[in-house]
């Protein structure tokens, strides 16, 4: 590990990224562990977050909307998603599908959040665009995660995430 003062500057704090990759992590357990999976033969076990939020969905409709605010600014300033135009990376915006509900947007978000940090999007020109926004997505996510836990359909994940 490199000495404290050798660390790149990445403007979003270690406490915030250490509070996400835990949350999520386990978040995606819980939601396995609670029989919300996908398997297959070759790619193991995947958390299936498209049934989790349908059973949302279908829960106490009353419930919805707070989850909907808590996620307001990830649905009105959604994270892009990486792409490769002409051999380089950049990015894109990515908008609600026709068909698609608020909250399989706002779940979708969250989940591109997590992908854009675990999988370099964020690091890998070696600088970040906007760290404040990066940072706001951070806790965005992790407020939305708190209270998709909150929901009665979540009961069995809880358990496990607990």
């Known amino acids: ?14 406490d915030l990224l250490f509070a996400f990759f835990v949350r999520f992590s386990r978040f995606e357990y819980a939601l396995k562990a609670g029989g919300y999976l996908l398997s297959g033969k070759q790619d ?33 300033y959604p994270p892009r998603l990486q792409v490769q135009r002409a051999g380089r990376l950049g990015w894109k915006d990515v908008v609600r599908r026709p068909d698609e ?46 209270a998709g836990l909150d929901l009665g359909a979540a009961d069995v994940v809880r358990q496990f995430y607990e």
């Open 44 to 76: 193991g076990v995947r958390p299936n977050w498209d049934a989790f939020t349908s059973d949302l969905e279908q829960g106490d409709p009353s419930r919805l909307p707070g989850l909907l605010q808590t996620g307001r600014y990830l649905l009105d």
């Open 101 to 146: 509900s608020e909250l399989t947007y706002l779940i979708r978000a969250v989940r591109r959040v997590r992908n854009n940090l675990f999988h370099g999007g964020k690091f890998s020109d070696g600088s970040i665009e906007n760290p404040h926004r990066n940072a706001r997505l951070l806790r965005s996510s992790l407020d939305v995660l708190h």
């Open 1 to 14: 590990m490199l000495p404290e003062q050798e660390l790149p500057d990445f403007r979003i704090s270690r």
